[in-house]
Each structure stands twice: as C-alpha cells, then as structure tokens.
C-alpha cells in the first residue's frame, strides 16, 4: 500500500523560482529518498535522508525530514526548464523494497 | 551509465498474447529484483519481488499466474505478462538493489506496454 503522500499535485513556476514538494508518511522510518521521473522513463534516484539526519543538500536541492511529523520536504532552488518531471518521495519497507508516494509533478516554464 | 538493463522499452501486442520483459543487473548481482507497475499520471506500486533461486513473493492483489516472474541467473529477472489485456497495458518498471552504494536501488528504464 502507498505510504508517502506528495503535496502539491501539482506544481507549475517559472525558471529561476524555487520549488518546493512535501511528503508525509504514516509509520517509521530508516531513511527516505527521492526519486525523479521524467515522462514515460524510469527512475532516477536524487536523495537519501537517513532517520537520524534533519538536511541535507545535494547541488540545487535541499531536503529536510521531520521525524516528528513524519514528514519530508524537497526544495529545487534556481529551478531550470530541465527541472520538469514528477518527484517522488519513497521509503523502504522490507528488504530494500520501496513504497512510493503519489507524486508532484513538476512545470518549469522558461 | 545504466546499471539495470530493461528491455523492451516499450511493446504493442493483441489481447491474448503473452509478453515477456527483461531486467538485468549490467554488472553487480542481484539476488533480488523488484517489480513495479505504473499507470498514466500516478505512482509506482510494488508487484513482485524477484528472488534468485526460488518463488517470487507477490504483493495484495497480485495475481501471481498472471505476472509469471521467473529469477534465471544473479544478472536477470524476466517479468511474463500472460494472456494480456487491454487492462494489463501499464508501464512496467523493474529495480534492483546494489550494496555499498547509498542510494541502494537502481531502477530500469522501464518497459511500456499497451494491449490492443
């Protein structure tokens, strides 16, 4: 069953703007990560956030987890054209198996 | 580049018919895959896992004569999509892990199939 639920939906900016995603999920966790997925491909993984960590940065993104509000957030800053794709926030279950969330799917206009 | 192989990218066939797709580790073994499935504009759901040298364990709902998942080597699980439907074109997305990497799971590229 889908743990993670992405909001919002849908996100559309300009270039240059910075994008937020947010991701809640119900049970524990080890770490969560972040995937991207451009139309009709596969997954690419952007980041991991362990339990036990609060940030992390990784080029023009920025993740924060909170493990009190069981939630997770994902900021794309100085967002590009190339930017657009759905994110997904992911956790594992059971051996290395991931459970996604719903998704947001990403617009950057030029 | 790639670490997981998938193949094909994407399939026509008629209903009825049965469709094969590959996933293969390109060069670390994978004792276990993962198999997802992926309607239009929503999230991946977790079909199968793919266990090298025995069943594969089905997610709820999972019919498990219908998504024949077969682990043949270290290197390669194939998913069979059999006697296919219109209601079987999905896009279909295999994964494997990797240890001593962070990020652990590596992910196809996905395989599209549409049922006529």
């Known amino acids: 069953s889908q743990q993670g639920e992405e909001d919002p939906q849908a996100l559309s900016i300009q270039e240059g703007e910075n994008a937020t995603m947010n991701c809640s999920y119900k049970?524990?966790?080890?770490?969560l990560q972040w995937y991207r997925q451009n139309s009709g491909r596969g997954l690419v993984h952007l980041i991991l956030?362990?339990?036990?960590?609060r940030e992390k940065h990784s080029g023009r993104l920025r993740v924060t987890l909170d493990t009190s509000k069981k939630s997770s957030s994902l900021l794309i800053t100085a967002s590009r054209a190339a930017d657009t794709a759905s994110y997904f926030c992911?956790?594992?279950?059971?051996?290395?198996?991931?459970?996604f969330g719903k998704g947001t799917s990403l617009l950057v206009t030029p | 580049g790639a670490v997981v192989s998938q193949h094909p990218s994407w399939v026509i066939c008629k209903s009825g018919t049965s469709v094969k797709i590959e996933c293969r580790s390109l060069?670390?073994?994978?004792?276990?895959m993962f198999w997802y499935r992926q309607f239009p504009k929503q999230s991946l759901m977790l079909m199968a896992t793919?266990?090298?040298?025995?069943?594969?364990?089905?997610e709820q709902g999972v019919e498990k004569d219908k998504f024949l998942i077969n682990h043949a080597s270290l290197t390669l699980s194939t998913l069979t999509v059999t006697s296919a439907h219109p209601e079987d074109s999905s896009f279909y997305i295999c994964s494997a892990p990797r240890s001593g990497v962070e990020e652990k799971l590596f992910f196809g590229s996905g395989t599209q199939l549409s049922v006529l």
């Open positions: 060069d670390f073994q994978a004792t276990t």
């Open positions: 956030i362990r339990s036990n960590e």
């Open positions: 793919s266990n090298e040298g025995s069943k594969a364990t089905y």
């Open positions: 992911a956790n594992e279950v059971s051996g290395y198996a991931l459970n």
């Open positions: 049970t524990s966790i080890n770490n």
